[in-house]
């Protein structure tokens, strides 16, 4: 199959979430480490998770991790006051497994509803090395 762009991009909104799973160091780490292995990606950095302080009345506080995958990255923000996270899974390859990801998360997390938004990155990537 052709590649028409150069990577994928699911940006994943999750409500209704456990409050105990929102706010588990741990779990934000396992997930970190799991879902790499779940769409065949190659981590090539551990797992980063640090407890975020309340900032305001829309950042109640909560938990933010990252992993570096060979393929990109991905990213989780949790607000457990507010049963809500946000996450990103980011690739160079041209197509990821979405309904394996929304069902990780909710899964992970017992997430109520997600809004899902998925972008098809460099569109007008070049096909050749300009240099």
Not at 49 to 77: M, Q, W
């Amino acid at each position: 199959m052709k590649q028409t762009h150069f990577g994928a991009h699911l940006c994943l909104d999750g409500y209704g979430g456990s409050i105990s799973c929102l706010n588990s160091k741990d779990t934000i780490k396992n997930a970190l480490y799991e879902l790499p292995q779940i769409l065949g990606m190659e981590r090539i950095t551990r797992p980063k998770v640090k407890h975020c302080t309340p900032r305001n009345l829309k950042d109640s506080g909560g938990y933010s991790g990252f992993v570096i995958i060979a393929e990109s990255h991905i990213s989780i923000h949790t607000f457990s006051k507010k049963g809500f996270l946000t996450a990103d899974v980011y690739t160079c390859q041209s197509k990821l497994a979405k309904g394996k990801i929304i069902s990780y998360f909710k899964r992970t997390f017992c997430l109520k509803s997600v809004e899902i938004n998925y972008i098809k990155r460099g569109l007008s990537f070049p096909k050749q090395d300009l240099y």
